[in-house]
């Protein structure tokens, strides 16, 4: 992976992470909502791994919110 994706993946951890964070969520009770494991969400907020559409999916659901929030873009006009 090339040094232009890693800062992605870093940015989009933290953002899951700071969301996650704001709603006083739990890392370990979360990753169980979501029917992934707590070391994955641990290193999908921690950018050190690329995570799978499906997983994604399923963080944005378990957050309340949409994909594209998720990826911090603005849903507005």
């Known amino acids: 992976m090339n040094t232009k994706s890693e800062k992605y993946l870093v940015e ?4 899951i992470r700071k969301l ?5 969520i739990d890392q370990k009770a979360f990753a169980f909502d979501c029917g992934i494991g707590r070391t994955q969400l ?5 950018g050190k791994t690329n995570p799978r559409l499906l997983t994604l999916i ?6 309340g919110v949409s994909i594209s929030e998720l990826f911090g873009f603005s849903t507005k006009e």
């Open 20 to 24: 996650r964070e704001e709603q006083d």
């Open 12 to 15: 989009l951890g933290l953002r």
């Open 58 to 63: 399923r963080i944005a659901d378990g957050l």
């Open 42 to 46: 641990y290193m999908i907020e921690n």
